[in-house]
């Protein structure tokens, strides 16, 4: 942290070496006495706030935030709806402190406006607050701040980096519903008491009215004592109140991460599954959960309640932290690479060998090459990342409790980098995700998460939000998870986001020619699936960005 020249002090500097270089050209003295006298200012100027570095050096300055509760029902903070972000600046020094500038460096999910500058006094503390606002519902991280520092003439500025993770969450949007998304059908599985009322035939529930009989009315529904004061048959219609159970199987796959960030159609399935959830369990009913790629990723039992909805979110929000090993795209080398990035930088820890061992040393072992052919201690940074995970443990409230347990690994794969995927989760580190088609993985993974929904329960309705992209590859296997389904599951409905319509507007004429090659695909695999649903008895439902679960209700109902 040695100060530099702000560019207020690289315009004097150049001025003043241009005045000395100009005089002693034309023989100037005064000339060439007036930028010495500058240099030396500029020189003493210098010297004088030497010592703010050195107070950095010495911690004699502290930074610490905090998030206050958001403006959402219970505190909680949602996408496109900024909150504040409370900073504060502690001086511990003899000197007054001008920060000129703070940059926070956070998760690229949040949008942090630029803070402005603040004096703190010798022995105060100064707080201020600066917006942020979250472009897409996870668990997002703000890592750190840099805060830079400068004198009286703004001549000069030092650079310090403050490492302070603090890890928020950010619940779906409150997508309005009119009526619940998720409906339960007449010849229910449920023998629950709770609050749907469903109209349906039988012995037993309240009254609903008395009709007169009809073709195809058994007689052991006609009431007898009505009957007989009219003078013609009457028949019993009764109300029963019932409890339903629903599973939503959610696509986390790359085909539903296109688009801007915060607007891609697997934000909008996560807003929607969230609204169509708390629908349903705000009626009273149980709702479970199954998200799926290449294979079945996370999995909630249906359950009913508030607390059981906050497991939920959990679980949908989980899909913004992938790293397991099968879903990411990135090799050994590139993992360490990133993890020893992330620890020198914000832990100050260098796992990096200075020097190359003799080719039958033992420990090689345990080194891993980065992709730049930089070595690391891998055993090292094993033994760094576990004491840090050990301290995080002690804060395992701030996290989902499978996240801790939780990384999974393909047949074959170094069990060593287990822990640094799990402090990737921890300390928000994103990995990229992986993009790649292998003709069948998809139909596997959405065949084994319909199997999923119907193992264990026999529920009253199945939704499936997936842009169905690769599912038709093995359709013979596809076929009978959806045979199963519908078998099993009273109603079976799949939203399709038009995929064409999350992605990003074209401006070229080369980007809207791809648009138009994407929707062309897009319909003709959207055409194929409907026509593998519809003989399964499936009601297909193609949603848009401005969709809301109401308007879902509504289609599903002119599509029944």
């Not at 939503?248 to 539903?256: F, R």
């Not at 069948?440 to 939704?463: I, K, W, Y």
Request: some cysteine.
């Amino acid at each position: 942290m040695i100060p530099s020249l702000a560019t207020r002090g690289k315009l004097v500097l150049s001025a003043a070496a241009l005045m000395v270089l100009v005089g002693a050209f034309r023989g100037a003295p005064p000339l060439v006495a007036m930028g010495g006298t500058v240099l030396i200012a500029l020189a003493a100027a210098y010297l004088a706030f030497f010592p703010t570095a050195v107070l950095l050096r010495r911690k004699k300055i502290e930074l610490s935030w905090w998030v206050p509760p958001g403006d959402q029902p219970g505190g909680a903070l949602a996408p496109d709806r900024p909150f504040e972000l409370h900073i504060a600046y502690r001086n511990h020094g003899s000197r007054t402190l001008r920060v000129l500038g703070t940059k926070v460096l956070a998760n690229p999910g949040l949008e942090v406006a630029p803070c402005v500058a603040a004096s703190v006094p010798p022995g105060h503390q100064i707080e201020h607050t600066t917006e942020v606002r979250p472009a897409t519902a996870g668990y997002q991280v703000f890592h750190g701040a840099v805060l830079v520092l400068g004198d009286l003439l703004g001549l000069f500025e030092v650079h310090a980096y403050f490492p302070n993770p603090i890890a928020i969450k950010v619940f779906p949007r409150r997508r309005a519903a009119v009526a619940p998304a998720l409906r339960v059908a007449g010849g229910s599985h449920s023998d629950q008491v709770g609050q749907h009322r469903v109209r349906r035939r039988g012995l037993a529930g309240e009254l609903r009215e008395l009709r007169e009989h009809a073709h195809g009315d058994p007689f052991k529904y006609i009431a007898w004592k009505a009957t007989a004061r009219r003078g013609k048959l009457m028949v019993r219609d009764l109300d029963n109140e019932l409890v339903a159970t629903h599973v939503l199987c959610v696509d986390v796959g790359a085909s539903m991460r296109g688009g801007p960030r915060g607007k891609t159609a697997l934000d909008w399935a996560i807003d929607a599954a969230a609204a169509m959830s708390q629908a349903a369990l705000d009626g009273g009913d149980r709702v479970g959960l199954v998200t799926f790629d290449t294979r079945p990723v996370l999995e909630l039992k249906p359950g009913a309640g508030h607390h059981h909805w906050l497991q939920l979110v959990d679980r949908l929000l989980d899909a913004a932290t992938i790293v397991d090993e099968d879903l990411t795209d990135l090799t050994a080398g590139e993992l360490v690479a990133a993890v020893a990035n992330y620890l020198a930088h914000q832990e100050a820890l260098d796992v990096r060998l200075r020097h190359v061992p003799a080719m039958d040393d033992p420990r090689w072992g345990q080194i891993q090459a980065g992709p730049d052919g930089v070595l690391y201690d891998l055993g090292a940074m094993l033994r760094l990342v576990q004491k840090l995970i050990e301290g995080l443990g002690a804060q395992k409230s701030l996290a989902p409790p499978w996240w801790w347990s939780r990384v999974h690994l393909s047949e074959g794969a170094d069990p060593q980098m287990a822990p640094l995927r799990l402090f990737c989760r921890l300390r928000g580190i994103e990995l990229p995700y992986r993009n790649e088609h292998i003709v069948g993985r998809r139909s596997a993974g959405l065949a084994q998460a319909l199997e999923r929904t119907v193992a264990d329960v026999r529920p009253d309705h199945v939704v499936v939000l997936s842009d169905l992209a690769g599912v038709l590859d093995d359709e013979e296997r596809v076929s009978k998870a959806f045979a199963r389904v519908r078998r099993r599951a009273s109603s079976l409905t799949v939203v399709v986001p038009a995929t064409p319509e999350f992605a990003a507007v074209g401006q070229t004429p080369i980007g809207k020619t791809v648009a138009a090659i994407m929707t062309h695909d897009h319909r003709r695999e959207l055409g194929a699936a409907r026509s593998l649903l519809a003989r399964h008895g499936a009601r297909v439902v193609v949603a848009t960005p401005s969709d809301t679960p109401a308007r879902l209700l509504a289609r599903r109902r002119r599509a029944a």
